[in-house]
């Protein structure tokens, strides 16, 4: 069975800071990682997503990912954050192969300080 | 491309009743998907279908719920006898298949008094 522990409900982080946001997941196979964010009163939206090759994967607004196998971690980071990224994301895992079932941790609510 | 459609958005329901839910997912998408969103619970994922068949519903309470794909356009997650815990918002989300990446729609927020 596939999981995905996102540690922290809560982030706050100010406005041009950098930020991580961390996932660990639970898979015996090479999984499919990703990342979706959800903002206030809208549908999920995908990030990124890592399947194979270059472990950073880059996405949209300047959002990255690092899959490290060794560590079963795929985090989030961003170098610099902006008010309008406030909202809650969410780590998921799926098989590489096979069953498609996503299995998405339980989110992190980020919150931007002016 | 209108994305996934949900119907109702909201539904409220008083407890014991029957509540339907309805999704058209993205044309041509091979794959959709049904999962419960709570405070509590997080993202529960409860079934899926891949060109119309079931494929795991190993998410979905067996007693009173059930989803069907009777074709390509449209599925449907029915609540049976409705309790207060059924509460919460219903997301489905389609996809191409094997790419792995969902599309979702805004949701079905179902209240049972």
């Known amino acids: 069975a596939q999981s995905v522990t996102q540690p922290d409900a809560r982030v706050t982080v100010s406005e041009g800071a950098s930020l991580q946001l961390r996932c660990k997941y639970s898979?015996?196979?090479?999984?499919?990682l990703f990342w979706y964010v959800q903002y206030p009163r809208q549908g999920l939206q995908l990030l990124l997503k890592?399947?194979?090759?270059?472990?950073v994967v880059q996405g949209v607004n300047g959002f990255e990912a690092e899959f490290i196998k060794s560590n079963s971690s795929f985090h989030l980071r961003k170098a610099s954050v902006h008010w309008s990224d406030s909202a809650v994301y969410f780590c998921?895992?799926?098989?590489?192969?096979?069953?498609?079932?996503?299995?998405f941790g339980a989110g992190t609510k980020l919150t931007i300080k002016p | 491309n209108a994305g996934v459609i949900q119907t109702p958005r909201h539904k409220v329901t008083g407890k014991g009743q029957e509540a339907t839910l309805w999704c058209e997912p993205i044309?041509?998408?091979?794959?959709v998907f049904w999962y419960r969103q709570t405070i509590v619970q997080g993202l529960e994922f409860l079934t899926y279908?891949?060109?119309?068949?079931?494929?795991?519903d190993s998410g979905m309470p067996k007693e009173r719920f059930s989803a069907q794909m009777p074709n390509q356009s449209h599925s449907t997650l029915k609540i049976q006898s409705t309790q207060p815990q059924d509460s919460a918002v219903y997301l489905c989300?389609?996809?191409?298949?094997?790419?792995?990446?969902?599309?979702f729609g805004e949701g079905s927020k179902l209240t049972v008094l």
């Open positions: 989300a389609s996809s191409l298949g094997s790419t792995g990446q969902l599309y």
């Open positions: 279908f891949r060109n119309q068949a079931p494929i795991d």
């Open positions: 890592y399947y194979s090759g270059d472990p």
């Open positions: 998921a895992v799926s098989a590489n192969y096979g069953n498609e079932k996503i299995t």
């Open positions: 898979y015996s196979g090479t999984p499919y």
């Open positions: 044309s041509g998408h091979s794959a």
